[in-house]
């Protein structure tokens, strides 16, 4: 029995000491992770280098990881060289990374070259030209600029390569929301099952997650909540009781 778990958040370097992130802090993950190695489960924790590591366990194999690109590459070699019951996606994948940052100053200056070639700038223009003075992390920003420019682009959807690289695999999702109605919340966890292929999903609103407080919901591949969590611990064993219904159906 194996299951690949992700936790933490990812990093997305501005230069070579920036970087954007969000708060993801991998508590939640190295709870799941207690609760299947207490069960004499291997597990492949693949966890971004800032957040919380479980501890260290012979059954438990860690990958360390930052940005959404090495996410990405770690998560597709071991999703086609390995075979998972389950992978849990705990992980807060950073939705853009960054395209290009630069000065104030070297904005000003390729405008106004831009502008010498094309009497008006259209939206592929700008596009092209960010395009052209990527490389971020190439160097330090100088803290001495009047202002900085960030050009962030979209990062690829991670969960939605998950079911393509191995299709039978048992996946959890997660969908966290902030200050939404319930109602909202479960209709957007709702479309995430069909958009991801997702087996289950594990919706959360933000104002809910407190010190020890989670509130979660549990829902099914049809949408149905069938359990919620009221705490880390409780979420934890919610998800183990569906992959071991699962895992226990496989083997009848």
Not at 32 to 50: E, P
Not at 166 to 178: D, I, N, P, R, Y
Not at 240 to 250: A, L, V
Request: aromatic letters at 6%.
């Amino acid at each position: 029995m194996k299951v690949l778990i992700t936790a933490g958040g990812t990093s997305e370097p501005i230069d070579q000491v920036r970087s954007i992130t969000n708060h993801a802090s991998g508590s939640l993950g190295i709870e799941i992770a207690k609760v299947f190695l207490q069960n004499g489960v291997t597990i492949d924790y693949v966890v971004t280098k800032s957040a919380k590591k479980p501890a260290a366990d012979e059954h438990l194999k860690m990958h360390l990881v930052n940005s959404t690109q090495e996410v990405y590459d770690c998560l597709k070699q071991l999703l086609t060289t390995q075979k998972y019951s389950a992978v849990i996606h705990t992980m807060a994948i950073s939705d853009f990374t960054t395209q290009a940052s630069l000065s104030i100053e070297d904005l000003t200056t390729a405008l106004n070259q831009a502008y010498q070639a094309k009497d008006q700038l259209q939206e592929e223009d700008l596009l092209a030209l960010f395009a052209s003075m990527a490389n971020p992390t190439a160097s330090k920003i100088s803290s001495k600029t009047k202002g900085l420019i960030l050009s962030l682009q979209p990062t690829p959807k991670i969960i939605q390569s998950i079911k393509h690289w191995q299709h039978t695999t048992v996946l959890f999702g997660f969908k966290l929301l902030a200050n939404v109605t319930q109602e909202k919340l479960l209709q957007v966890a709702r479309n995430s099952l069909e958009k991801n292929q997702a087996d289950f999903v594990i919706a959360n609103d933000l104002s809910e997650i407190h010190q020890n407080q989670h509130h979660a919901y549990l829902l099914d591949s049809t949408g149905k909540v069938i359990a919620q969590g009221y705490q880390k611990s409780e979420i934890a064993q919610m998800i183990f009781k569906q992959w071991q219904q699962i895992y226990q159906q496989k083997e009848e």
